[in-house]
């Protein structure tokens, strides 16, 4: 026999059994076995009391028990969501790092900023669906109209007397008023406020006609206030039922929605995310999440990963087709 058949065979099967535990181990992360291990950090990009801090407010309790790790928010806002949104589309792909967003951040934002820093469809993944949230057609409470048929006569008889007011040029309320212009069309005059608040509250005082509120204005409706005549969504909400959806009055397929959820930075492992959404998923089915999610005016959307992804592209499609039909900018 060789004399040196036998330290080349120990040295092949050494190298063999090396490769091997490095391909387990692979095979390991690549499952997310042992994951998590440590605290996770959910990076919201928008700020306290917004919609998304709230919804990811709502599940942290549960989803922190469920994993059996602390969870962690950070509010990360500012420049329409993209300082927090590529904080995490940059971060290590591990699974310890999660943006919880409003859809705007990756359905309207590529179709308004000419540069962006990261590209959200590529570099995040879409984890968990929170919610949808609906915009209501809402009146000052002294406009002469009874319905929205009536709205939108008042509106083919007064072209440009009439005024609406968004959150700022290219939020979701400017968009909904846009797509109700286009697809009636009508015209009314765009009044752009730092906030829904700010329109809101020109809205009781009568400075600007109508709005689509993001669930805000609730009250003020409930107090006689203000007038809520449709829905800009496919099917009514639970809270009005009584409220048409503008698909119901001709405007065919309207849905001025948007969905807020988890992303994870590109390359995190399949069984992470799909740990996370079933999780996710468990808690939006409490009920006392239920009930925060109401409180939004809101519809919980336990989706998979796949169904989000989906959903996110049909509404890129949509918005970015009105974006471009009525050339909207982000200044």
């Given at each position: 026999m060789d004399p040196h058949f036998l330290p080349s065979r120990r040295r092949f099967l050494a190298q063999a059994g090396a490769a091997a535990a490095g391909s387990l181990a692979w095979s390991v992360h690549a499952q997310g076995d042992g994951w998590p291990s440590r605290p996770i950090k959910i990076v919201c990009n928008f700020p306290a009391g917004s919609s998304p801090d709230a919804l990811v407010r709502a599940?942290?309790?549960?989803?922190?028990?469920?994993?059996g790790q602390p969870v962690v928010i950070d509010n990360r806002a500012g420049a329409s969501g993209i300082i927090g949104a590529e904080l995490v589309a940059k971060a290590p792909a591990d699974g310890y790092t999660l943006l919880m967003t409003?859809?705007?951040?990756?359905?309207?934002?590529?179709?308004?900023?000419?540069?962006?820093p990261f590209d959200p469809a590529k570099d995040l993944v879409p984890v968990a669906?929170?919610?949808?949230?609906?915009?209501?057609?809402?009146?000052?409470?002294d406009l002469p109209v009874k319905d929205v048929r009536g709205f939108l006569a008042y509106l083919k008889k007064n072209p440009g007397k009439v005024t609406y007011g968004s959150a700022g040029n290219a939020t979701g309320l400017h968009l909904a008023g846009e797509m109700?212009?286009?697809?009636?069309?009508?015209?009314?005059?765009?009044?752009?406020?730092?906030g829904a608040s700010l329109a809101l509250q020109d809205l009781l005082g009568g400075a600007i006609d109508f709005y689509f509120d993001p669930g805000i204005a609730l009250q003020h409706?409930?107090?006689?206030?203000?007038?809520?005549?449709?829905i800009a969504a496919p099917h009514r909400s639970p809270l009005y039922p009584d409220v048409p959806t503008l698909d119901e009055v001709g405007l065919k397929g309207f849905d001025a929605g948007t969905t807020h959820g988890l992303y994870a930075p590109e390359g995190v492992p399949p069984?992470?995310?799909?740990?996370?959404?079933?999780?996710?998923?468990a808690a939006l089915a409490l009920p006392g999440v239920k009930t925060q999610v109401a409180a939004?005016?809101?519809d919980p959307t336990p989706l998979t990963p796949a169904q989000f992804g989906a959903v996110m592209r049909e509404d890129s499609r949509r918005y970015g087709a009105v974006i471009k039909e009525r050339h909207i900018t982000a200044s």
């Open positions: 599940i942290s309790q549960p989803l922190q028990q469920a994993l409003a859809g705007s951040t990756i359905t309207t934002n590529p179709h308004v900023f000419a540069r962006m669906a929170l919610a949808r949230l609906n915009l209501f057609l809402v009146t000052r409470g109700l212009k286009s697809q009636a069309n009508v015209f009314a005059v765009h009044v752009p406020y730092r409706v409930k107090a006689g206030k203000l007038k809520m005549l449709a069984a992470i995310i799909e740990r996370i959404n079933r999780e996710v998923n939004l005016a809101a």
